[in-house]
């Protein structure tokens, strides 16, 4: 449902696609965000699925851009957040979306996809984006991850700390509490209202 609680805001989406990286980018573009979009890797599925989010976001007239990366790739990362800023003019919050699902036994390239985007790419996104938030005075990193406990935030939010120094954004987990699309992307919402507002 439509509101204005993201307005003026700009909000990177990164994920495989999914219907949760779909509800959570959808509902921050409804929500008066600009979006901006990436992939967890840079194959085909990925590359249709993410543009599929950005033409529902265009339908819904927000600024937005869609780029097809290897999000575990230290480079594709930090240029995915130099675009961010260059072309939506900042980010307020950085959103991994790591709903992927369970990699087939029998494929070590899908193991390999599942552990970079639940594992490497959030950290990879927080400190890309963290480091320049931290520069322009805060902002928020999101992991979406329905089998993740939100309690690994003290963990996470220590590891960032020591990575970027005292005064950068913090991390919220929307995590086992979550588990479906919409309540994902409700999570992620409440994030910003003054209740969930860090």
Do not use: Y
């Amino acid at each position: 449902m439509p509101n204005d609680t993201l307005t003026g805001k700009v909000i990177a989406a990164i994920g495989g696609g999914d219907d949760h990286h779909r509800a959570v980018a959808v509902a921050a573009a409804e929500a008066g965000a600009s979006v901006a979009l990436a992939s967890f890797n840079a194959i085909p599925e990925q590359e249709f699925s993410v543009n599929s989010i950005a033409n529902e976001i265009w339908s819904i007239g927000r600024d937005h851009f869609a780029d097809v990366i290897e999000a575990s790739d230290p480079d594709r990362m930090g240029a995915f957040a130099r675009k961010t800023w260059a072309e939506l003019g900042g980010c307020d919050a950085i959103i991994v979306v790591s709903s992927l699902p369970t990699p087939s036994p029998d494929s070590p390239v899908e193991e390999k996809r599942a552990f970079a985007g639940r594992h490497r790419t959030p950290l990879l996104a927080a400190q890309a984006f963290g480091g320049l938030m931290r520069e322009e005075g805060g902002g928020a990193v999101i992991f979406v991850a329905p089998d993740r406990d939100p309690g690994d935030e003290k963990a996470l939010n220590a590891a960032l700390s020591a990575h970027l120094g005292a005064g950068g954004p913090r991390i919220t987990v929307v995590g086992r509490d979550a588990p479906a699309p919409d309540e994902a992307a409700a999570g992620v919402l409440a994030v910003f209202t003054p209740e969930g507002a860090s």
